[in-house]
């Protein structure tokens, strides 16, 4: 798919999206949800930055979070062309998608699951990516984000702003705002945020309705995901009993009437056989789905100190 036909997906999925008419409280509130975080970028982002000359890049490291975001911008980035081609004084089939690319930054950080790195080279082809790699560019991966923000910053100065999946419940996220100047020790540029009132289960159901590929780990007991060191499954998505009468599946309407789905199957890759393995020395437990929880405050229960 070019870019163009992406964007298109992502729009027509996220109209079927709104369109959705439901008793779910769930469904409803992230239905609200989606439409804040659009007119959001619609009408304050791309008002100010143009997403067409890299005035504004994309921050993405395969989380589900920045994924959910991603969507949501490639729906609004079809809008905004579609806006802009009825304007024009041609005929909308002379028409052609003003870009090819996406601008992007991932910074590698040291030992991060192979899975996910994986899930970073897939999405970024599918969603057509031109993801800055930090490790690409200087061959050794990142320790530190503000330097590596700078770093890209550097390379391409026309950046203005920069989309982050960040959500109000993440560690320090309840001050953020929508748009703001990073804080005085990291690169000067503007944070914007757009999904910043989005809670654990907006992002599932939106996720498991788009039919969008979800990252391996997810499938595996994953809800949030850190760096090898510091991340295990969630313990509260152990297989048991007990956990099994306390959780219950909020989502099978949106996975039975998932996006232009052709199979039954939810659309999770497969864990690296690295991972696989190091998921076997960690323990025998089976774990749930990630998709099994949507209490926000013990969705980074697996990352774990050290
Ligand atoms: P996650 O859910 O893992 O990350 C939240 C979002 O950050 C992701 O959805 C993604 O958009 C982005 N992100 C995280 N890791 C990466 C990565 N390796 N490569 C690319 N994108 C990534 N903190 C400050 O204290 N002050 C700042 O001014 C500040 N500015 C930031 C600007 C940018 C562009 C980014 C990406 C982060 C910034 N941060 C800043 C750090 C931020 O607040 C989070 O601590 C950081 O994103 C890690 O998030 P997390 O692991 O808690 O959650
Ligand atoms: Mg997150
Ligand atoms: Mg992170």
């Excluded at 791309?46 to 067409?52: I, V």
């Excluded at 999770?268 to 998709?291: A, F």
Aim: aromatic share 14%; charged share 25%.
């Amino acid at each position: 798919m070019s870019l163009g036909e992406i964007a298109e997906r992502c729009y027509n999925m996220t109209t079927s999206y709104l369109k959705v008419s439901t008793s779910s409280i769930i469904i409803k509130e992230t239905q609200d949800a989606v439409r804040l975080t659009r007119q959001h970028l619609l009408e304050e982002v791309f008002t100010r930055w143009s997403p067409l000359n890299g005035e504004i890049s994309f921050s993405y490291n395969g989380g589900k979070d920045c994924q959910v975001l991603l969507l949501l911008y490639l729906s609004c980035l079809w809008e905004f062309f579609i806006i802009q081609a009825e304007r024009s004084q041609y005929d909308f089939k002379y028409q052609k998608f003003p870009m090819n690319n996406l601008f992007s930054v991932y910074i590698d950080l040291a030992k991060t699951f192979p899975t996910l790195e994986n899930f970073v080279n897939l999405t970024s082809e599918r969603y057509q990516l031109s993801l800055y790699s930090s490790m690409r560019e200087h061959g050794t991966k990142a320790s530190n984000m503000s330097c590596a923000f700078g770093d890209f910053l550097k390379r391409y100065p026309e950046t203005q702003a920069i989309l982050i999946g960040v959500r109000a419940t993440d560690p320090f996220g309840d001050t953020l705002m929508a748009i703001q100047k990073t804080d005085s020790n990291w690169p000067d540029f503007y944070r914007v945020q757009p999904i910043l009132h989005w809670k654990l289960a907006n992002i599932w159901s939106f996720l498991l309705y788009s039919d969008e590929p979800i990252c391996g780990l997810y499938g595996n007991g994953f809800t949030s995901i850190g760096g090898i060191d510091t991340t295990i499954p969630n313990p509260y998505l152990i297989d048991s009993k007990d956990n099994r009468s306390k959780l219950s599946l909020e989502f099978q309407w949106e996975i039975d009437n998932a996006f232009e789905r052709g199979n039954d199957k939810i659309n999770v890759l497969e864990v690296d056989p690295d991972d696989q393995l190091w998921l076997k020395k960690l323990g025998s437990e089976k774990y749930l789905p990630g998709w099994y929880l949507i209490n926000d405050e013990i969705e980074r229960a697996g990352r774990i100190k050290k």
